[in-house]
């Protein structure tokens, strides 16, 4: 009898810790004053699935944005050589000058003038551009990609980076440890044995797991000399180069030559310091590089650390400017809700809105997050289209023949709240133009979603749909 009290006892303590522990949890949620939609979405899961929801909140939910990753007396050493004179803005289009200015008062990141784009639409291309051109690197190869695979790809690419640094040219490689984890510890390692510099962005060890494993650097970046510098959405793995089985894989990249590489620098060397704690702000990191070309641009980088999310302000900021066309290029389509009205805003005054994405992903929960979103912004005359060949991993804005934006960033909560992302946005009625031609080109292979079509799929389907849009802020 005795026993059994005592076990009830037991149980009735765990259950009022567990009880506590679970409201204490919600509490905390609820005063972090965060976006509300991603409050009801932790409160929903420690709700329903309290288990699941304490891990994946201690895991996943802890917001850092007030940190810093520099100091400011180091950063100001770093745009000692990266900052370029802000041109006069009344020579150009109020919407411009506007979306200019945002970005300068959010990230400080000033306009660099006199730059030259090449644009990149498959793998081949721009992996054989990329070697070309690290191998003729005399001084420095600054490389960093979410995912850098050990394959066929990856290998190319490692033995490369060996016979440069056994030349003498400066090697760095940053890494995200979690979007490379299926690559081998050996891998780097050779790397580093043969001078290689390389670093693992926030390692994740069990110890500091909860602090890190949500916070990815998703930038896919390379410096060359100061001379070249590439941004876009590929990462070093076979499949960006063969696709999947599924079909091709469609994406973009960019090769800027100029001032604007510096832009691509400075984000480079604020992650090498937060990583290394190595300053990287000598002169011969920044040469001075004008282009014969005459296109304006900024390098802006945006992530949970800092008070602003730079990125979502600027795309919101460039939709709502927007007068005669949006075209946007995503693989998930999961907005926040700002994004959502600025869209539906554009299409409801008469603003041509096209929004692509593929018709098949390499996420199946995020797909089907995506497709619940469709919808609603067809009922406000925003016109969806699929891409039917492969898998669209593009991202890229294109707004008015005046100005576009492509990085590495997702139209989703991960990309603009929780990843260290960066994007080239891009002053220049030529070059906009020729993204507004990749875009059409495109739509030629896709689907187009027609609203009473879509609005009759099965009702099975919209009720998954919806569960997963529950979690959209989450995935």
């Known amino acids: 009898m005795i026993d059994i009290v005592i076990q009830d006892w037991v149980y009735n303590l765990l259950l009022l810790i567990y009880v506590v522990t679970i409201i204490g949890t919600i509490i905390v949620v609820v005063s972090e004053n965060r976006n509300p939609l991603k409050s009801i979405a932790w409160i929903v899961v420690l709700v329903f699935f309290p288990a699941v929801g304490l891990v994946s909140y201690f895991f996943f939910g802890r917001d850092f944005r007030r940190q810093r990753m520099i100091s400011k007396k180091s950063l100001k050493k770093i745009t000692k050589y990266a900052e370029h004179v802000t041109p006069d803005l009344n020579n150009m289009p109020v919407g411009t000058a506007q979306e200019i200015q945002l970005l300068y008062n959010l990230t400080q990141t000033k306009l660099y003038k006199k730059n030259s784009i090449h644009i990149f639409t498959f793998g081949k291309l721009f992996f054989d551009d990329l070697i070309e051109k690290i191998s003729q690197a005399k001084h420095f190869i600054h490389i960093q990609f979410y995912i850098i695979q050990d394959d066929e790809l990856g290998s190319i690419f490692k033995d490369l980076l060996i016979k440069k640094a056994s030349e003498g040219v400066e090697v760095r490689v940053i890494y995200d440890d979690v979007g490379s984890w299926r690559s081998k510890n050996s891998f780097f390692n050779e790397m580093k044995s043969h001078g290689v510099q390389i670093s693992a962005f926030l390692e994740v060890k069990f110890a500091a797991l909860a602090n890190k494993i949500n916070y990815r650097n998703h930038r896919k970046m390379v410096i060359i000399d100061g001379v070249y510098g590439y941004i876009g959405g590929m990462n070093i793995a076979n499949r960006y180069l063969n696709g999947l089985e599924t079909g091709v894989w469609r994406d973009t990249h960019i090769r800027i030559e100029g001032c604007g590489v510096k832009g691509i620098q400075t984000s480079f060397s604020i992650d090498w310091y937060f990583q290394q704690r190595e300053l990287l702000w000598d002169s011969k990191y920044f ?67 096209r929004i692509m994405i593929p018709e098949r992903s390499d996420s199946k929960i995020v797909h089907i997050g995506t497709l619940s979103y469709i919808q609603s912004v067809l009922d406000a005359g925003v016109k969806v289209y699929m891409y039917k060949p492969g898998f669209l991993h593009a991202k890229m804005i294109v707004i008015d023949d005046e100005m576009c934006s492509v990085g590495s960033t997702n139209m989703d909560f991960r990309s603009f709240e929780h990843n260290f992302e960066a994007n080239a946005f891009i002053y220049s009625e030529k070059v906009t133009k020729e993204m507004k031609k990749i875009f059409l080109y495109d739509q030629k292979d896709c689907k187009r979603v027609i609203k009473r079509t879509w609005r009759n799929r099965p009702i099975k389907q919209k009720f998954m749909e919806s569960i997963i849009r529950l979690l959209s802020p989450l995935l």
Not at 299 to 318: C, D, M, N, Y
Not at 323 to 348: C, D, G, H, N, W
């Open 287 to 353: 040469p001075s590089i004008m282009a014969d070309d005459d296109v304006d641009l900024q390098i802006i980088t945006s992530g949970p650390i800092g008070e602003w999310r730079q990125i979502h302000l600027a795309v919101f900021k460039a939709i709502s400017n927007a007068k005669r066309y949006v075209y946007i290029q995503t693989p998930y389509f999961l907005p926040t809700e700002s994004l959502m009205t600025a869209m539906q805003t554009a299409a409801l005054s008469n603003v041509d809105v």
